[in-house]
């Protein structure tokens, strides 16, 4: 692997041997943020509800050289997280990096959604975060050598869309989640950070794809003239899980291609005004 990559021949992130959890990493963002992370020689542990995803991720990383294994559990259950950080700490050390990527998402608009759907994204999304991070942080507080948390929310969280609400509120919070969390645990050398994803093609958003036309008026709309990929968020992460970036905390970094800033440029102006 280290023939294959340049930037992990020549370490420039530092990462080799951190012990990374990330979560979600069954598809998607969080499976390449877990490979990228591997290709610069971090041991990963790849931690989602299934299974058979997460199986495939890790031995895909392993045919590649790299470090990884793969574990089945439910941040929407906190015991199955508790034992999940158990078994990554006794099978590859304790963790240095977690990733808060896993989220799920329910379609129905406000007055409508029963309270217990509400509930049930906010338990995963919002409250399955902290757990994660009650877990695997306190690894990083015992063994004293700082750590890095980085916390998936979305564009979404300041500019909402309709029918999406409980999703929508669970990453605006998110990221006070994660700027709480700078304070409370900067005497412990952990930092906290959002990746702020805009629109990225993965398995969860590939329906939004189908259509031609409407795929190519997404990119259109974009000002870097693209869909985002996982690995835009994947370098992302690999960035602010090294010590590259260790004067960033409390932020939140927008992985959009420019789009969030297209607001003013939507609504249409009279033509000697463009
Ligand atoms: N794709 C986008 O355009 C986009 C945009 C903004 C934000 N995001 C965020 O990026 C992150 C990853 O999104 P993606 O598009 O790669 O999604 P995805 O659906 O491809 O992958 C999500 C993974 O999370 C796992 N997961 C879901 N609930 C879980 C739980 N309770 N416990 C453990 N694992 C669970 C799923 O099994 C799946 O493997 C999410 O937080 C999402 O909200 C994505």
């Known amino acids: 692997m280290t023939q294959d990559n340049p930037r992990a021949a020549s370490d420039w992130l530092g990462l080799r041997g951190r012990v990374c959890v990330v979560t979600g990493a069954g598809s998607g963002i969080g499976a390449e943020t877990a490979r990228e992370l591997a290709r610069a020689g971090a041991s990963v542990a790849v931690l989602d509800r299934n299974d058979t995803a997460a199986a495939e991720v890790a031995s895909g990383i392993q045919r590649d050289g790299g470090r990884a294994i793969s574990v089945c559990a439910d941040i929407g259950e906190p ?103 700078t304070i409370e645990l900067a005497a412990h050398r952990i930092r906290s950070n959002v990746v702020s994803p805009g629109q990225i093609r993965t398995p969860a958003s590939e329906v939004v794809y189908r259509d031609p036309a409407l795929a190519a008026a997404r990119e259109r709309a974009v000002p870097s003239g693209r869909a985002g990929v996982p690995a835009d968020l994947a370098n992302t992460i690999a960035f602010l899980a090294s010590d590259r970036s260790d004067y960033i905390n409390a932020q939140e970094i927008v992985v959009d291609g420019g789009i969030g800033c297209t607001l003013m440029e939507a609504n249409k102006r009279p033509p000697h005004m463009r």
């Open 79 to 181: 015991d199955s997280v508790f034992a999940a950080a158990k078994r990554v700490e006794a099978e590859l050390g304790p963790c240095r990096v977690l990733v808060n990527n896993a989220a799920i998402r329910h379609r129905e608009p406000l007055m409508e959604i029963p309270l217990d759907a509400w509930n049930h994204v906010l338990s995963v999304n919002l409250t399955g975060a902290l757990v994660c991070t009650k877990a695997f942080a306190a690894q990083m507080i015992a063994a004293g050598d700082g750590g890095s948390l980085i916390h998936v929310a979305s564009l979404i969280a300041h500019f909402p869309q309709g029918g999406s609400g409980p999703y929508c509120a669970s990453k605006a919070a998110m990221i006070t989640l994660s700027r709480t969390l």
